[in-house]
């Protein structure tokens, strides 16, 4: 079974400017998370999907981050202009979610931004 | 407001040592809680607990869940320097199946 793909896997941009990040989740898994890892600290949720709905974006800002997974499967996440705190490593994961008991989710191996 | 707490954050122990990793939580509609073992970028998956006072094992880790306390524990026996990592907990609610992420505690075994 492939694992979660994304890219790229490292950016440097300049604050103000845009980056944006691609998903390719697990086949079949419904649920897409977005995440972001601020060195020393645990993954934040930035944004939930199930199939294409949005379940959560409480805390997306949504005044510079936007994500879409138009067709149910892949995603991308955006950030749009960047700020310095955006520096982070951005997670994204899929999950089954089908009600069977092992829905645990997988992550992919995540793109680090640095923001300069 | 959901969270899940680890304790400690770090932890520097010498191969062989055994340790134990705390995660407490506070959320509505709990449904699993989950442990992940996090070495460069992405998190590996190690255990899922739903029910209270059932053990899961796998070789030299072993963790349980006490859903009236509200706490789980991870246990690594006889550490190797291929344990370091940062382990995250991580909670999971029933109907929308957030995942709520604990800020994980940073396991260094020393040779």
């Known amino acids: 079974e492939a694992g979660v793909a994304q890219s790229p896997r490292y950016k440097i941009i300049e604050k103000r400017q845009s980056v944006a990040f691609w998903c390719n989740p697990i086949s079949g898994h419904a649920t897409l998370y977005w995440y972001q890892q601020i060195l020393g600290q645990g993954p934040k949720l930035l944004i939930q999907?199930?199939?294409?709905?949005?379940?959560?974006d409480s805390q997306l800002p949504k005044d510079r981050f936007s994500a879409e997974r138009l067709k149910g499967v892949d995603s991308t996440l955006k950030i749009q202009p960047a700020k310095l705190e955006d520096s982070a490593v951005y997670l994204c994961?899929?999950?089954?979610?089908?009600?069977?008991?092992?829905?645990?989710?997988?992550f992919g191996q995540g793109t680090r931004l640095t923001v300069v | 407001e959901d969270k899940v707490v680890q304790s400690p954050l770090s932890l520097v122990v010498h191969e062989g040592d055994t340790v134990t990793l705390n995660c407490s939580y506070e959320?509505?509609?709990?449904?699993?809680l989950l442990w992940y073992k996090q070495e460069k970028k992405a998190p590996t998956f190690l255990f899922m607990l739903t029910s209270s006072g059932i053990e899961k094992k796998s070789g030299r880790l072993s963790s349980i869940l006490d859903k009236k306390e509200l706490f789980s524990i991870l246990n690594i026996t006889a550490t190797q320097t291929g344990d370091s990592a940062i382990y995250l907990c991580a909670v999971i609610t029933s109907g929308t199946y957030k995942y709520i992420f604990g800020t994980g505690t940073r396991l260094k075994v020393l040779a």
């Open positions: 999907f199930q199939n294409n709905g949005v379940v959560d």
């Open positions: 959320v509505t509609n709990f449904r699993s």
């Open positions: 994961a899929s999950s089954a979610q089908d009600g069977r008991p092992n829905t645990e989710a997988f």
